[in-house]
């Protein structure tokens, strides 16, 4: 198993060569096995990711391998995230698996489920203070999604089934 570890810098701001503003986040840490690499966020490296104005629509799922209605839901997110080209829909699962289980169950769980959505750790053991900050009226309960695009943001303290996810992103196409 190799574990690469990054150093920290300051968030960057870069514009593409379409001109368009893209966040680089800088991970904490990056475990890579098996042709899977999950990048490490603690909470302040992952806020930017919450509030990109890009015209992307993003679905931001909170999510762990020990939560079975999160597992149930997630081949919902996998469809969602093969069905909508890149530039206009980006799903992104946050993993609050514990760091010391990503190698053991986090990387063959994505292995074995075949997921290909951007998937991240998120590390940051100070729950009572990041979970009011993704949205004041979430109770660190999940499953639990946003789907935001350019200042609209939706929030779901709940599972999905594929049609309920798919009606909800439409609303925010």
């Given amino acids: 198993m190799l574990r690469i570890f990054l150093y920290i810098t300051p968030l960057l701001l870069f514009v593409n060569c379409k001109g368009e503003q893209t966040v680089a986040l800088d991970a904490t840490d990056v475990f890579e096995s098996k042709g899977v690499e999950i990048p490490v966020y603690d909470f302040e490296s992952f806020k930017p990711l919450l509030t990109i104005n890009d015209g992307k629509t993003r679905i931001i799922n909170f999510w762990a391998t020990w939560c079975k209605p999160c597992i149930v839901e997630l081949p919902y997110f996998e469809l969602i995230n093969s069905r909508y080209p890149d530039d ?6 946050v993993s609050l698996d514990l760091p010391s289980q990503v190698e053991s169950r986090l990387i063959p769980f994505v292995k074995k489920q075949k997921i290909k959505s951007k ?8 729950a009572n203070n990041w979970i009011p900050k993704v949205n ?3 109770s660190g309960s999940i499953p ?3 789907i935001y695009k350019n200042g ?3 929030f779901y303290e709940r599972s999905f089934t594929y049609n309920e996810l798919e009606k909800e992103l439409k609303k925010v196409l």
């Fill in 88 to 93: 206009k829909v980006e799903v992104i699962l």
């Fill in 119 to 126: 998937i991240i750790l998120l590390d940051d053991p100070d």
């Fill in 136 to 138: 004041s009226k979430w």
């Fill in 144 to 146: 639990a999604t946003i």
């Fill in 152 to 154: 609209t943001s939706n």
